[in-house]
């Protein structure tokens, strides 16, 4: 295979950093607007797509949390689930670690159980008719309080064994990791794995912070650590995974175009980086995409983007066996 678009998309590969609310694509939107009766601000999907012009997080995050609003049934949670992981199949992702806000709907009045009820049918449904591996990663929303991530936690127990980690999201800036400890420590013991954003707009010390204080497993983003060498060395040293995310931070302006994504930097560096669609919906593209674009601003080499594939399985929260069946589907696709 020589056409490098058609590598990329047959490339067996694992998604670790995509927010399923951030997969509501703007056709889905209006129709579960009108579905569920719920007004939005806009008329059609030209204007919804209009508005997605964003300078910094906090623009795009102000659109993401209206758009939810649109969710409110067991269904909807499904229907948006279920859409996502059918393209992500269609694009030879094989493995799929999927973020949710519980916080985006609780606090709109949605239960909990609502919200994974969907979500989780929608992953079995995947796994059975499309055969891949799914995971659900909580995220808690950083703009709010820890007492409100304690209860979302709380809140989580019930469904304890349909979650693999907790995460941090949200606006960075201001929120430190630190504000969220004692609910990490509570979270890994009572078994959850853990990852945070850090070092999407926040400084490097958040990285560092992340890791010290919330005892995280991967890294969501991560990009502000090319700042300081000693954290580069330490992520290197410890095999720390970047989930990267280059179509989201040309979107949030994190860097002034596709060329000057750090994302080959970093392999030369020895990180252990990902490529991922953030929010796919309203950046522009799922992860081939983000691959490909990636691809062509960069001059990525073919062994680099296998490097991308394999490190996004050696990265996932799956057990070993499936891990190890996964890389070899990889192995197997390069030889071929
Ligand atoms: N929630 C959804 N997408 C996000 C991002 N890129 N950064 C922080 N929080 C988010
Ligand atoms: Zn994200």
């Given at each position: 295979m020589t056409d490098p678009g058609q590598f990329i998309a047959r490339l067996p590969k694992a998604e670790l950093h995509i927010h399923i609310e951030g997969s509501l694509e703007p056709e889905m939107m209006l129709a579960l607007a009108a579905r569920n009766e719920v007004r939005l601000r806009y008329g059609s999907v030209e204007a919804v797509r209009a508005a997605?012009?964003?300078?910094n997080l906090q623009d795009f995050l102000d659109l993401y949390y209206q758009g939810m609003s649109v969710l409110r049934e067991e269904q909807d949670f499904y229907d948006l689930a279920i859409a996502y992981l059918r393209r992500a199949a269609a694009q030879n992702v094989r493995h799929a670690e999927i973020f949710f806000d519980p916080q985006g709907h609780t606090e709109r009045g949605i239960s909990f159980e609502t919200v994974i009820d969907g979500l989780w049918r929608a992953l079995k449904d995947a796994e059975r008719t499309l055969g891949m591996t799914t995971g659900l990663i909580l995220c808690f929303?950083?703009?709010?309080d820890e007492a409100s991530a304690e209860r979302t936690l709380d809140e989580a127990l019930p469904w304890r064994?349909?979650?693999i980690a907790v995460g941090l999201d949200s606006s960075e800036k201001g929120n430190p990791p630190s504000k969220f400890q004692h609910v990490f420590r509570r979270a890994r013991d009572l078994g959850f794995l853990t990852v945070a954003h850090a070092g999407e707009e926040g400084p490097p010390d958040y990285v560092r912070q992340a890791l010290d204080?919330?005892?995280?497993r991967r890294i969501d983003?991560?990009?502000?650590?090319?700042?300081?060498p000693d954290l580069v060395a330490r992520l290197v040293r410890d095999r720390i995974p970047l989930t990267v995310c280059p179509l989201s931070n040309v979107r949030l302006c994190g860097v002034p175009d596709m060329a000057a994504h750090p994302l080959r930097k970093m392999l030369q560096l020895g990180l252990m980086a990902t490529v991922n669609s953030d929010d796919p919906a309203y950046f522009g593209g799922y992860v081939n995409e983000n691959f490909q674009q990636a691809h062509d601003a960069l001059g990525l080499t073919r062994e680099e983007i296998v490097t991308l594939a394999r490190n996004s399985f050696q990265a996932a929260f799956c057990d070993d066996a499936v891990k190890q069946r996964h890389l070899a589907a990889l192995d197997a696709f390069v030889k071929a």
């Open positions: 997605y012009r964003f300078t929303l950083r703009h709010l064994d349909r979650i204080l919330l005892g995280v983003h991560g990009n502000a650590a090319l700042r300081e």
